[in-house]
DNA sequence: AGTGCGGCCTGTCCGC
DNA sequence: TGCGGACAGGCCGCAC
């Protein structure tokens, strides 16, 4: 599942071989994503020029001079650059195919994911304007936690998967957070003290840099045809752990349901 | 306004 | 071995 390290990940990787390249078609495979892909979608980017290849939390926005096309992986997506006459399979949506005879295949089993075109400057798109502050960047630090939170009686877990909060903390991430900061995801996210909330800005930003970081040296090929995705599986310190044993202190990890997701951490460690 | 949850999908896993 | 059903998971959009 595509967290923000991979988002971030699959830009590094297409990157180089996108910008200043222009569109020569679009191919819609299957439309059925999250929305619809749109028809006109296709002569609004066609012979446009990527000038611009960006993240927004988990969305990837690559720019043109006429509008930008907004691509998210939903929860099984994954883009990959292929020759265009790659034999297309299952499950392959959506092809970019530029002038140079690359193309930039979107793959989405599950159909969670989306891509979709604006004409306006994106951060003003629908999806993208309640978003909060980037994890990565400076706004988002202690203050900004600790003045958000007051108030709440959200659990802490829910309340930094919120994406008006913070942008791009996926299930996998916050319980790794949170172990790391060494706070109990069902705590109230108003009764946390900023002394606390320091930490955590810092254990969010240490977990999803540390799987970028990791992204960056484990990661296949994005240009080969074989194989994986490219996804990469950190090593997780309480995520998909349940009744294992803690990798600080060795007591038997715990699974609980928070919002509907399944949330780790450890009794001992978590307070 | 804050909060919780339904729904979209299919590969994988589990039990019979 | 084959089959059916439960489940995971991002996140919008609605209901309260």
Excluded at 2 to 18: A, D, F
Excluded at 93 to 110: A, I, V, W
Aim: hydrophobic share 30%; charged share 25%; glycine share 8%.
């Amino acid at each position: 599942m595509p967290e923000l390290p991979e988002v971030e990940t699959t830009r590094r990787g297409i990157s180089p071989h996108l910008l200043n390249q222009s569109v020569q078609q679009v191919i819609i495979r299957n439309r059925n994503l999250r929305w619809p892909i749109s028809r006109q979608l296709a002569n609004d980017i066609k012979d446009q020029t990527i000038t611009s290849i960006e993240r927004r939390g988990k969305y990837l926005l690559l720019g043109t001079d006429k509008g930008t096309l907004i691509i998210h992986l939903g929860m099984s997506g994954s883009l990959r650059i292929l020759p265009c006459d790659e034999e297309v399979k299952k499950h392959d949506h959506f092809d970019l195919q530029m002038k140079n005879g690359q193309c930039l295949r979107l793959h989405d089993p599950r159909r969670f994911g989306a891509v979709l075109w604006t004409r306006k400057s994106p951060e003003t798109h629908k999806l993208l304007s309640a978003l909060g502050p980037e994890p990565l960047s400076e706004q988002f630090n202690t203050e900004y936690l600790f003045n958000r939170s007051r108030q709440r009686k959200q659990v802490i877990k829910t309340f930094i998967m919120d994406s008006k909060i913070v942008t791009g903390v996926g299930n996998i991430y916050a319980s790794e957070a949170l172990f790391l900061a060494g706070i109990h995801p069902k705590h109230a996210a108003g009764r946390i003290s900023q002394t606390r909330y320091a930490k955590l800005a810092e254990s969010i930003k240490t977990v999803l840099e540390a799987a970028i970081e990791q992204g960056g040296t484990t990661l296949k090929d994005f240009t080969q045809s074989d194989g994986k995705p490219g996804y990469f599986k950190q090593q997780l310190n309480v995520y998909g752990r349940a009744d294992e044993s803690c990798t600080s202190c060795g007591t038997k990890i715990k699974q609980l349901t928070l919002g509907q997701r399944a949330s780790y951490f450890c009794p001992h460690c978590q307070k």
